[in-house]
């Protein structure tokens, strides 16, 4: 069944329209779980914004860190797409979450923040944290929408904890659908009743370990093949098991950014 949409607002479905129209020009595939709405607000999913960029083809310069902190990093990131440059600035400051001693329906620990604390960026449990990491995804990500023109009118998922999928998202399907677009048959919006993202099944620091020892990896490769190479190694995917959903697409997220940077240089040479 389709999800609820907010009739009331008859901008937002110019907005919605907008950014699939952004993607199909871009000739990015996206499916119907890929964009939603949090209170009227259209929020597309943080791996579908890297594909577009990706798509366009933008040029990135060495992010500048502003803040580097234990628990916070602030980067400004640079981006250019041909004679068109748009910058963003990127923050990320950890709130850790306690125990409350309740269980979800999924039987996992409901955490709250600790009293007198504040962030923007959630970690549960035993899941590494990556400040940079998220600071870095969130800036690129502002600045890929604001060169496709989207800015103000589409939201990144890792803007905030809240822009996440939740059982009170309003989904976007009624667009494709009512369009009778060709992808109506994609694959349906995200159940209420998925689990939480994936925690880190190692300690921080065996995590940051992990992390530190790929991307080394990935910064050294001078050839696309060893990208191929490196995501369909045994090591490579037990280690990606062993990491949380944000160490994992972080890593992931370096290597598409080297492996796209090598395919333009070797199509410029």
Same mark, same amino acid.
């Given at each position: 069944?389709?999800?609820?949409?907010?009739?009331?607002?008859?901008?937002?479905?110019?907005?919605?329209? +907008? &950014?699939? #129209?952004?993607? *199909?020009?871009?000739?990015?595939?996206?499916?119907?779980? %890929? $964009?939603? /709405?949090?209170?009227?607000?259209?929020?597309?999913?943080?791996?579908?914004?890297?594909?577009?960029?990706?798509?366009?083809?933008?040029?990135?310069?060495?992010?500048?860190?502003?803040?580097?902190?234990?628990?916070?990093?602030?980067?400004?990131?640079?981006?250019?797409?041909?004679?068109?440059?748009?910058?963003?600035?990127?923050?990320? +400051? &950890?709130? #850790?979450?306690? *125990?409350?001693?309740?269980?979800?329906?999924?039987?996992? %620990? $409901?955490? /709250?923040?600790?009293?007198?604390?504040?962030?923007?960026?959630?970690?549960?449990?035993?899941?590494?944290?990556?400040?940079?990491?998220?600071?870095?995804?969130?800036?690129?990500?502002?600045?890929?929408?604001?060169?496709?023109?989207?800015?103000?009118?589409?939201?990144?998922?890792?803007?905030?904890?809240?822009?996440?999928?939740?059982?009170?998202?309003?989904?976007?399907?009624?667009?494709?659908?009512?369009?009778?677009?060709?992808?109506?048959?994609?694959?349906?919006?995200?159940?209420?009743?998925?689990?939480?993202?994936?925690?880190?099944?190692?300690?921080?620091?065996?995590?940051?370990?992990?992390?530190?020892?790929?991307?080394?990896?990935?910064?050294?490769?001078?050839?696309?093949?060893?990208?191929?190479?490196?995501?369909?190694?045994?090591?490579?995917?037990?280690?990606?098991?062993?990491?949380?959903?944000?160490?994992?697409?972080?890593?992931?997220?370096?290597?598409?950014?080297?492996?796209?940077?090598?395919?333009?240089?070797?199509?410029?040479?």
């Amino acid at each position: 069944m389709a999800g609820r949409r907010n009739n009331n607002d008859g901008d937002n479905r110019a907005k919605l329209d +907008k &950014i699939y #129209e952004v993607f *199909d020009k871009h000739n990015v595939p996206v499916d119907r779980g %890929a $964009i939603w /709405e949090v209170q009227g607000t259209p929020v597309v999913k943080h791996k579908d914004v890297e594909r577009l960029g990706a798509a366009m083809g933008i040029k990135w310069e060495k992010p500048q860190i502003l803040r580097a902190e234990a628990y916070e990093a602030v980067i400004i990131v640079f981006g250019s797409v041909g004679d068109k440059s748009e910058w963003s600035i990127g923050e990320a +400051k &950890i709130m #850790e979450m306690i *125990d409350t001693g309740r269980k979800n329906n999924w039987g996992k %620990a $409901i955490r /709250e923040p600790k009293e007198g604390t504040f962030g923007n960026y959630v970690v549960t449990g035993n899941q590494a944290a990556y400040p940079y990491a998220m600071a870095e995804k969130r800036a690129k990500d502002r600045v890929i929408l604001k060169l496709a023109d989207l800015h103000g009118d589409a939201y990144s998922s890792e803007e905030a904890d809240d822009f996440r999928q939740a059982d009170n998202d309003e989904r976007s399907d009624n667009r494709r659908d009512n369009r009778g677009d060709s992808r109506s048959d994609a694959k349906p919006a995200a159940n209420d009743d998925k689990p939480p993202a994936r925690e880190a099944s190692v300690s921080k620091e065996d995590g940051q370990a992990i992390v530190q020892h790929w991307v080394k990896q990935i910064d050294e490769m001078t050839r696309t093949k060893q990208a191929m190479d490196i995501a369909a190694s045994k090591e490579f995917i037990a280690d990606m098991k062993k990491l949380s959903s944000n160490g994992e697409d972080y890593v992931m997220g370096k290597l598409s950014d080297k492996s796209q940077e090598l395919k333009r240089a070797a199509h410029a040479g």
